[in-house]
């Protein structure tokens, strides 16, 4: 079929919730339910599951595992949703750390940052206290000479208000 590898909602949830049962420390375990799946493996697909990861509030380190066996065991290789798709479950799990982390290692591969991208790791920032280093992101943002939008605004200004920083 013309259509089976594009990732389906149904598709991604349903993976999901089988890693989410998975020990993400058990390597093999993470890829033999990858492998079980039996899907046509592309960046697109891999950025589905790893939204769908986030949302079910699967481990992180699960999600890390999947972009491990499909960059090692399918030849995947990263594009900016696959990292946008990290660095915001990074976000989600409150390790702005590891979410520039992620951050770097994109930069490394040359790949892009784009407006989400900088959205993430400014929320990020905003969920660890770090209003500063959210300004910090923001600057390199503009230096960039990527437009901000309404979100990025709006995780300023929460970056601000949980750091007390009302003014």
Known sequence: ?????KPKLQW???????LKGVDPRNARAVHAVMDEAGLWWDARAVSTLLKELRNARA???????????????????????????????????????RAFGVYADMRREGVAPEVITYNALISACEKAGQSDRA???????????????????NALISACEK????D
Do not use: H
């Open 135 to 153: 300004f910090g992101v923001y600057a390199d943002m503009r230096r960039e000479g990527v437009a901000p939008d309404v979100i990025t605004y």
């Open 59 to 97: 481990n992180l380190e699960v999600s890390f595992q999947v972009v491990d066996w499909c960059r090692r065991c399918k030849g995947v290789g990263s594009d900016v949703y696959t990292y946008n798709a990290l660095i915001s479950a990074c976000e989600k799990a409150g390790e702005s750390d």
């Open 1 to 5: 079929r013309a259509d089976a590898g």
């Open 163 to 166: 750091a007390g920083q009302s």
């Open 12 to 18: 991604g949830a349903r993976l999901a919730g089988k």
